[in-house]
């Protein structure tokens, strides 16, 4: 399983960016995705998850109403689309998924529940 990240930048306080993330070994319809994300000086946080066959997103507060998880799945492809950022967004940002949420209805954005981690893409928002 490789996960692969990009579309991470320089972006000005209020802007948008558009975070992808493409799957090979992994039918990612059939999978759980986490978003996750780790600033300077800090712990690896969990923001977002969006279960197996699109049947739930879970976003954390801070990011809520602002951050999108969605799939193109001719791609194997899951987007995390980020509007109204904000300079505490500033991090480098890593989607993952396990073969343990197979078919799963659920999700959860807790580290330990993911084996499979993309290298991250860095996403500064500064003015």
């Known amino acids: 399983v490789q996960l692969v990240e990009s579309g991470g930048g320089l972006v000005q306080p209020g802007g948008s960016l558009s975070l992808s993330c493409a799957a090979s070994?992994?039918?990612?319809?059939?999978?759980?995705i986490g978003w996750f994300r780790q600033a300077p000086g800090k712990e690896r946080e969990g923001i977002a998850c969006g279960s197996s066959k699109d049947a739930s997103t879970v976003y954390t507060e801070s990011v809520k109403g602002r951050f999108t998880i969605s799939r193109d799945n001719t791609k194997n492809t899951v987007y995390l689309q980020m509007n109204s950022l904000k300079p505490e967004d500033t991090a480098v940002y890593y989607c993952a998924t396990d073969f343990r949420t197979y078919n799963s209805r659920t999700c959860n954005y807790v580290a330990a529940g993911y084996d499979y981690w993309g290298q991250g893409t860095q996403v500064t928002v500064s003015s």
């Open positions: 070994g992994v039918i990612f319809y059939y999978y759980a």
